[in-house]
């Protein structure tokens, strides 16, 4: 599965660097064309190291833009904003993230109970349910960990609408084997399908469609052709974002969670580390055991995070070994990237609780991207949108670069 994803910044780079000229009418024409393993050409598949910022958001934007104009590359910035959009919308809404795993819980106790449920359940996931395309999709995910975007939209509407399974179990089997798998967009990437997010619309996967966007290469039968949309309580009302954090200065020590590998812009902006470490929590995405490959791929990228700004620093994946390492280290102040609503997070709240019990701070801080960005992830993606030339303006996007990936200090 490495081999696909190399777990490292420089793949990252690389596959940027290759990608840069097919993100503007290549990229708008056929993105929607999902070829198979192997053949996803007219998409980024830059997505693994994005959600784990080995790779930012800002950088792809910058390297995008220094090659093509905003028009020409508008379809591919957007889908960028997309993953902000959602990270902000849940950050705005953690309530969301609770209430998926209060309802995977509810679907995990269901299949614990009901034979039927559990054996369609299996299927689904082990890929016999003899919906062509679906089952190839479910083959795909658990070996590459990666599925193209329209094949998470067609598999997300199968297993509602036609398999009839709790969304949460398809949310949750996403979770365990994507290489990308992240809080906000997959949530509420299912809720969208289900009609759950945009209330009301929902998205039904219809076989014609999967005939022409895979190049025919499957002829689904079965496929439910109406179906209303899942109905649930209205999303829960917004909570306040993060705000700048002032930076610490002392014996501090800097901690790296998967949600931003790229600790530079942290020291760039005046934080002297003496250690560093990283605390990862990718073992928390679900209550079932996530895939080998998902835990290879983000303890190496750890690994490499580690590596480029410090030589070395120990990978824990509990808080209570990250305390004693910070008691070790004789620090006053654990400084980390702000971690947005998700597993991550929830180490961070246990974190701080046994920081304190021996008077060690913890001070999160949140990137300026997103405290720019977020505030705009208020209701659907078209306001939010808007403020996309704003958002390009302010980090410079668009103007010449100096080399080809646009890239600043990891
Ligand atoms: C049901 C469902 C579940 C999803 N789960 C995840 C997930 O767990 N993690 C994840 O990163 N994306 C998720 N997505 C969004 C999207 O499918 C992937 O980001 C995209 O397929 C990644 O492939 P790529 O890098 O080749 O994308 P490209 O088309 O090359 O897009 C470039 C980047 O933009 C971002 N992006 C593109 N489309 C979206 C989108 N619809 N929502 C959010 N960000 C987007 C990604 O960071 C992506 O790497 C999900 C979508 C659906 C419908």
């Known amino acids: 599965?490495?081999?696909?994803?190399?777990?490292?910044?420089?793949?990252?780079?690389?596959?940027?660097?290759?990608?840069?000229?097919?993100?503007?009418?290549?990229?708008?024409?056929?993105?929607?064309?999902?070829?198979?393993?192997?053949?996803?050409?007219?998409?980024?598949?830059?997505?693994?190291?994005?959600?784990?910022?080995?790779?930012?958001?800002?950088?792809?934007?910058?390297?995008?833009?220094?090659?093509?104009?905003?028009?020409?590359?508008?379809?591919?910035?957007?889908?960028?904003?997309?993953?902000?959009?959602?990270?902000?919308?849940?950050?705005?809404?953690?309530?969301?993230?609770?209430?998926?795993?209060?309802?995977?819980?509810?679907a995990r106790d269901r299949i614990a109970t009901e034979d039927g449920?559990?054996?369609?359940?299996?299927?689904?996931?082990?890929?016999?349910?003899?919906?062509?395309?679906?089952?190839?999709?479910?083959?795909?995910?658990?070996q590459t960990g990666y599925l193209h975007n329209h094949a998470r939209m067609w598999f997300a509407s199968i297993w509602i609408f036609t398999l009839r399974l709790p969304w949460e179990l398809g949310a949750d089997f996403f979770l365990r084997h994507l290489l990308d798998g992240d809080p906000a967009s997959n949530t509420l990437g299912w809720r969208w399908v289900a009609g759950l997010q945009?209330?009301?619309?929902?998205?039904?996967?219809?076989?014609?469609?999967?005939?022409?966007?895979?190049?025919?290469?499957?002829?689904?039968?079965?496929?439910?052709?109406?179906?209303?949309?899942?109905?649930?309580?209205?999303?829960?009302?917004?909570?306040?974002?993060?705000?700048?954090?002032?930076?610490?200065?002392?014996?501090v020590g800097l901690l790296l969670t998967e949600e931003d590998l790229s600790p530079g812009w942290l020291i760039e902006a005046g934080i002297r580390p003496v250690t560093m470490a990283a605390l990862l929590s990718h073992a928390r995405r679900s209550p079932l055991a996530v895939s080998a490959g998902v835990t290879e791929f983000t303890r190496a990228l750890a690994a490499d995070a580690l590596a480029r700004i410090c030589d070395d620093g120990p990978i824990h994946e509990t808080p209570e070994a990250i305390a004693d390492w910070a008691a070790e280290h004789d620090l006053a102040v654990v400084a980390t990237a702000h971690a947005p609503t998700g597993p991550a997070a929830e180490a961070l709240a246990t974190l701080e609780a046994a920081l304190a019990d021996r008077a060690i701070a913890l001070t999160r801080h949140p990137r300026p991207y997103d405290l720019r960005a977020w505030p705009h992830a208020t209701r659907g993606f078209f306001r939010f949108r808007q403020h996309i030339p704003d958002l390009l303006a302010a980090i410079g996007a668009g103007k010449a670069t100096a080399n080809a990936t646009g890239a600043p200090a990891p």
């Open 1 to 106: 599965m490495t081999t696909r994803f190399p777990p490292t910044r420089d793949a990252a780079l690389d596959r940027l660097a290759r990608f840069v000229p097919r993100a503007g009418r290549d990229y708008a024409a056929r993105r929607n064309f999902d070829l198979g393993p192997g053949q996803h050409l007219h998409v980024s598949c830059l997505s693994p190291w994005l959600r784990h910022r080995a790779l930012t958001e800002e950088e792809v934007l910058r390297a995008v833009l220094a090659r093509h104009t905003p028009v020409q590359a508008e379809k591919f910035i957007q889908e960028v904003f997309w993953r902000t959009y959602w990270k902000g919308w849940m950050e705005q809404r953690p309530d969301s993230w609770v209430q998926y795993r209060a309802g995977l819980n509810r």
């Open 117 to 142: 449920l559990r054996a369609r359940w299996a299927s689904a996931c082990q890929g016999t349910t003899g919906i062509d395309a679906f089952d190839a999709w479910a083959r795909e995910l658990v």
């Open 198 to 251: 945009t209330r009301g619309k929902h998205y039904l996967a219809r076989a014609d469609n999967i005939v022409t966007y895979t190049g025919g290469r499957f002829h689904p039968r079965g496929l439910v052709a109406e179906a209303a949309p899942l109905e649930g309580p209205p999303p829960p009302s917004p909570a306040p974002l993060p705000s700048a954090t002032r930076l610490p200065s002392g014996r």
